[in-house]
């Protein structure tokens, strides 16, 4: 992968270039393109999109940080990209499932956007783990753990306001 691909996919499309906070504004830019993506196919597109954005972040990160000794820098956001649309993924497939505009479900959005930014910046146990690797993967790694936790965190989240609250 050229220098040029490579950068304009680890900072997905620039935003990573954002001061200051790049991992958050990179989340953020992760945001109106998950919505995009939920409108065109719904939860399955997010779903594709999110396996495909791994990979070539991969390959992205992987060329981009070639020849440095540092392996994540702060500018590669694509990793937040990817952790951001899987912490989506109980939203999408909730607005899938019940006929709902995905942006009426906002409350699973703004959760789920601070429970990315909560793991992704602590790193706890595994999400720690994938980033002490030192390479692409483990760049890559922590924020499809973190995507994971903070999917959790939505799920547990709404079932708490529809069960007790409702």
Do not use: C
Not at 120 to 128: E, F, N, S, W, Y
């Amino acid at each position: 992968m050229q220098k040029t691909t490579a950068k304009l996919i680890a900072t997905f499309f620039y935003a990573g270039l954002m001061k200051p906070a790049p991992g958050t504004w990179g989340t953020l830019a992760a945001l109106p393109v998950a919505w995009l993506l939920h409108l065109i196919g719904g939860p399955i597109a997010l779903t594709g999109a999110t396996i495909v954005a791994y990979y070539l972040g991969l390959k992205a990160t992987e060329a981009y940080t070639a020849g440095s000794d540092n392996h994540d820098p702060g500018e590669v956001v694509i990793d937040e990209v990817v952790g951001m649309w899987i912490t989506l993924f109980p939203v999408s497939f909730g607005a899938k499932m019940m006929g709902a505009d995905i942006l009426a479900l906002y409350p699973g959005w703004i959760v789920g956007f601070l429970a990315f930014r909560f793991f992704d910046i602590t790193k706890l146990g595994p999400i720690g783990t994938a980033d002490r690797r030192g390479d692409a993967t483990g760049v890559m790694l922590d924020d499809v753990y973190a995507g994971i936790a903070a999917a959790i965190t939505v799920i547990l989240a709404a079932y708490g306001v529809h069960a007790f609250m409702m």
